[in-house]
């Protein structure tokens, strides 16, 4: 039992780490029950928020997503089998060994954070742009902000193109070769269809379990970041994956916000999951 002395400062503390907590938690991710799928196997998929490779399931909101789709050896949208609360959004059973690429975009939701929370969080994103403009015009205000994500997952198989085509997302993550088959992956960061350039690139790493499927991504431990680079450019960066694992690539882009009733700044959020397993080739 705790001391009725702590238990003021004990709850104080707890309100602190409950309020710190969707702050911090940036990343968001689209993750599948496999990342390898054969002609007629089910593959489940879901999003996930959070730190560290480790995140939160997040029910499905048929009010936020403006696609939710799989490209297999056609593209089909996947919005009318998803049911809103559920944090198993679609199954899906593809044809063919040719390989799946789920695609989500949500629309824009706001958030307002203080000024030393917004600058923090400006700066390890990487942001430079909008902390130097908000420092060179004195701006100590909160940071009113609107954003939208977008997230891509890719499952292994043998059609490269399903891969390497862009699906059009506002800030996407293109890779330039089949992800997971070398010991590097060329990328492209895309926003609004054209190459991204100066955007920083982060890159984490979780272990697959035995069987090659991932990990419980709630249960699991947290891992810092594995690769962190800027795009050249053409908007390109190579990330190092040489070892096996579920990989997650993320990126943010914050410009004006281009609806300044609903914030000052909007924020265009991209990821890549996918693994990579020598095992199993």
């Not at 309020?19 to 799928?37: D, M």
């Not at 490779?53 to 297999?72: Q, Y």
């Not at 609004?192 to 350039?197: A, C, I, K, R, T």
């Not at 979780?206 to 990990?215: E, I, S």
Request: aromatic share 8%; proline share 7%.
């Amino acid at each position: 039992m705790i001391p009725r002395s702590r238990i003021l400062p004990f709850l104080l503390l707890a309100s602190l780490v409950l309020a710190a907590g969707p702050v911090t938690a940036h990343e968001y991710w689209l993750a599948p029950s496999t990342f390898r799928a054969g002609a007629g196997d089910t593959v489940l998929v879901g999003a996930l928020a959070g730190e560290g490779f480790v995140g939160e399931r997040k029910p499905f909101s048929s009010g936020r997503a403006l696609r939710l789709l799989v490209r297999a050896g056609r593209e089909l949208d996947l919005r009318p089998v998803a049911r809103s609360g559920d944090t198993t959004w679609a199954r899906f059973a593809p044809g063919d060994r040719g390989g799946l690429l789920f695609g989500y975009e949500s629309g824009f939701a706001t958030i307002t954070l203080d000024a030393a929370t917004f600058e923090r969080y400006l700066a390890d994103e990487g942001l430079d742009g909008p902390l130097a403009a908000r420092r060179a015009r004195g701006d100590a205000g909160q940071g009113r902000e609107r954003y939208r994500r977008s997230a891509k997952s890719w499952l292994a198989g043998t059609d490269a193109e399903r891969a390497t085509k862009p699906l059009g997302l506002p800030c996407e993550i293109v890779p330039l070769s089949v992800p997971g088959d070398g010991p590097q992956l060329r990328v492209r960061v895309l926003f609004e269809g054209e190459p991204l350039v100066g955007a920083l690139l982060n890159a984490w790493r979780q272990p697959l379990a035995a069987d090659g499927r991932p990990l419980d991504p709630v249960r699991r431990d947290t891992v810092r970041v594995a690769w962190s680079g800027r795009t050249d450019g053409h908007g390109e960066a190579v990330v190092p994956v040489e070892n096996d694992g579920e990989w997650l690539l993320g990126v943010v882009h914050m410009i004006p916000s281009r609806d300044p009733t609903a914030a000052d700044w909007e924020s265009s959020w991209g990821s890549l999951t996918f693994a990579k397993d020598r095992r199993r080739r």
